[in-house]
């Protein structure tokens, strides 16, 4: 199972999104040419019209790779003057990054941070009302109750690629070492939808979103 949404569906959406700025299309470019994962363009309007709805101006994600996604969410966040934190562990990649975000004349307003996400993750202290895991996907797991902990009540957690080309939900693995990632990926998503302090969505769009939204506790009339 490789095509998740079908490619007529996936053709249609993309050719019902507003134009996107020359940029985008640069970086989708360099994306395809040196096989970097990006999000789907559908996924970073996605991406986009979550934070514009929320009206974020605090945000954190956690793998940049070339910024795409990135540049994505700034277009909602950064006119509110917000600001958006944002974790690569490659260094070519976010070297790409802040070359994207000087073009774009944003690298003032995102702190891009070079390092390994297991360790600075945990140094973070937040709150955040907005936070993209879009990390090694046997992460997740691992990284999920701080995300929590990290988010303000009402704050949106938004993990990508949970399907993993559709392994997760086949059961198919193309190789052996995402035998793992593809269990612990099945296990954030049993995690998030059972979870007492959020409430979570599973959309099939791109390779899988799980959108989670952090309950408020002292507004909540009954416990799940």
């Known amino acids: 199972m490789t095509n998740i949404v079908q490619p007529e569906v996936q053709r249609y959406i993309r050719g019902l999104l507003p134009p996107r700025d020359e940029i985008f299309y640069e970086m989708e470019q360099e ?3 040196k096989i970097i994962p990006i999000v789907e363009p559908e996924v970073g309007h996605l991406l986009y019209w979550l934070a514009f709805t929320k009206k974020s101006t605090k945000v954190l994600e956690i793998g ?4 795409y996604s990135t540049l994505w969410i700034a277009r909602a966040v950064l006119p509110l003057g917000g600001e958006i934190t944002t974790l690569e ?3 070519p990649r976010a070297e790409a990054a802040g070359r994207y975000f000087r073009k774009a004349g944003v690298a003032d307003k995102i ?3 070079l390092g390994d996400a297991r ?3 945990f140094e973070l202290t937040g709150p955040y009302d907005f936070i993209f895991l879009d990390a090694a996907k046997g992460k997740y797991v691992e990284f999920l109750d701080k995300c929590i ?5 009402g704050g949106i957690l938004v993990a990508e690629d949970v399907f993993m080309r559709g ?7 193309d190789k052996r070492r995402n035998k793992t990632a593809v269990a612990r990926l099945r296990s954030y998503l049993e995690e998030v939808m059972e979870h007492k302090s959020i409430e979570t969505i599973i959309v099939p769009v791109g390779d899988g979103i799980a959108i989670s939204t952090k309950k408020d506790i002292t507004n909540r009339c ?3």
Do not use: F, H, Y
């Open 222 to 224: 009954e416990n799940r």
């Open 119 to 121: 360790e600075i993750l």
């Open 111 to 113: 702190k891009l941070v």
């Open 167 to 173: 392994m997760v939900i086949s059961g198919e693995i």
């Open 89 to 91: 562990i490659n260094a």
């Open 64 to 67: 940049t790779a070339i910024g």
């Open 149 to 153: 902990d990290l988010l303000q009540p």
């Open 31 to 33: 994306a395809k040419e």
